[in-house]
């Protein structure tokens, strides 16, 4: 972890994002463009047909009025102009290909299988870890996260570096941030949650992740592996041979793969929003963990959870946030019981986060601990159920008036730009595809 302290410079600020590097230069914020030049020096590489420089302007997503944010209307606050690219092509610069393709033309179509972590073999659960080991010690190459006091001012906007992982956590982290609404912090309103984005949003997420540990390995198979939490009386992937054991304080075991790894709250100073935990005897410096520890979240959902959330037909429902009802969306996300689709109470994707305790507790911040890559998987992978069952598609997502979460909004803040109606799609489209397995038998 020695690397980390070198390149996590300090940046304590009101605002952080992630920006292509090549994209951080006075010249671009100026010009208000990230159209980068590709290998034969056309932006975009439009020359060979990768992409073209697009002008935002015309497309405008959700605005709110009473909302100054920089994450509003992604990226417009920062770019007018980004790359778009075609057929095969994605990156920000359309240098790379969309998940699921590979090849310098992108024409190598490849569907990776993601496994339940117990599916692995000793030496594909090793090597997995490895890879995450170099995640959080490898300085992301392609992006830098913005840190700066004022982000009206562009001469004073600052770019730090981040290692992969940290670069990943992040992402999940900016999309929490408090929304400055009507000069006060609105707790229920963010871009990556509480709304019709959240599955589409979350599995972007992945995708990026896992993309960028192809590319750093080389590894064309790698697959982030899944968590079947269904009917667990205890976590049974937490021992040190999987996702570590951690202590009644909720400290990991030393002889754990991640009782090292430190947050990007320290990384970044970030200032005391979230950071110091509600349990204050926790030092959220390290990850730490509790499962079952707190008395309404004693246990993981269950078999009927899953089957009943399953049910639900409608992607979402109004008023597409937290108090919807009969919704897919909000049941998959935690906020109303699938057992009768009304009653408004801790579920699913947020009760397991609650029951396995400390980091993964605090959900801003929880994606520091890799066990939230196994979580959200098993998430996606219900998700991908619900797609099959509803044959779900773009036409599925909702017109609705969330921040950020509009129909044709980019998920923020990722570049290139992807509307939130595009990823309601099959996984193959994205480049994976998930195992059936069968955890217990659910009983009876
Ligand atoms: C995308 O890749 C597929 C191969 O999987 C190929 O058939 C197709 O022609 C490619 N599309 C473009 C526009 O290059
Ligand atoms: C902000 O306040 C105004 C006036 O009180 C109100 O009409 C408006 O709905 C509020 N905006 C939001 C987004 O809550
Ligand atoms: C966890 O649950 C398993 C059965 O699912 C049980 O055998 C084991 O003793 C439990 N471990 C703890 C620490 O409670």
């Known amino acids: 972890m020695l690397c980390l302290g070198i390149f996590l410079l300090v940046g304590l600020s009101a605002v952080h994002s992630q920006f292509p590097r090549v994209c951080t230069t006075e010249a671009s914020f100026r010009t208000k463009s990230c159209c980068p030049l590709w290998k034969d020096r056309s932006p975009c590489g439009s020359r060979s047909g ?231 005897e926790i030092w959220m410096e390290r990850l730490h963990r509790k499962p079952g520890a707190t008395p309404y979240a004693p246990k993981p959902p269950t078999f009927q959870d899953v089957e009943d959330t399953l049910k639900l037909r409608d992607l979402d429902r109004p008023p597409f946030d937290e108090t919807a009802i009969r919704s897919f969306r909000n049941a998959l996300e935690g906020f109303l019981s699938p057992t009768d689709g009304v009653t408004l109470k801790r579920s699913m994707h947020n009760l397991v986060h609650i029951f396995l305790g400390g980091t993964m507790s605090q959900i801003p911040i929880s994606s520091n601990d890799p066990i939230f890559l196994l979580h959200h998987s098993f998430i996606d992978k219900i998700f991908e159920a619900w797609l099959a069952r509803y044959n779900g598609s773009p036409n599925s997502y909702p017109e609705n008036n969330e921040v950020g979460q509009g129909p044709n909004d980019c998920a923020t803040p990722f570049f290139p730009c992807q509307r939130n109606k595009d990823l309601i799609r099959k996984s193959t489209e994205f480049g994976y595809r998930y195992s059936s397995y069968h955890n217990k038998k659910p009983q009876q």
């Open 50 to 280: 990768r992409g073209r420089c697009q002008d935002l302007v015309a497309l405008r997503g959700n605005s709110i009025p009473q909302i100054d944010d920089d994450r509003l209307d992604w990226p417009r606050h920062y770019y007018d102009n980004v790359c778009e690219c075609s057929g095969n092509f994605s990156g920000y610069d359309c240098g790379s290909c969309k998940y699921g393709y590979f090849g310098e033309k992108c024409d190598r179509k490849k569907i990776v299988i993601r496994r339940e972590i117990r599916e692995l073999s000793f030496l594909e659960q090793k090597r997995f870890f490895s890879y995450l080991a170099l995640t959080k010690t490898t300085k992301c190459k392609d992006f830098v996260i913005l840190s700066t006091g004022d982000r009206h001012h562009r001469d004073t906007y600052r770019f730090v570096d981040a290692s992969l992982y940290d670069m990943f956590a992040w992402l999940h982290y900016y999309s929490m941030k408090p929304i400055m609404i009507n000069s006060t912090f609105d707790p229920n309103k963010n871009f990556a949650h509480q709304g019709p984005a959240f599955p589409g949003w979350h599995r972007l997420l992945l995708a990026f992740l896992e993309r960028q540990i192809q590319q750093l390995t080389g590894d064309e198979d790698f697959a982030i592996p899944y968590y079947d939490w269904r009917g667990e009386e205890n976590c049974t992937i937490c021992t040190n041979d999987l996702m570590g054991e951690s202590d009644a304080h909720g400290i990991l075991n030393p002889y754990s793969h991640f009782s090292y790894w430190r947050t990007i709250c320290s990384g970044f100073n970030y200032p005391d929003t979230y950071c110091p935990a509600a349990d204050s």
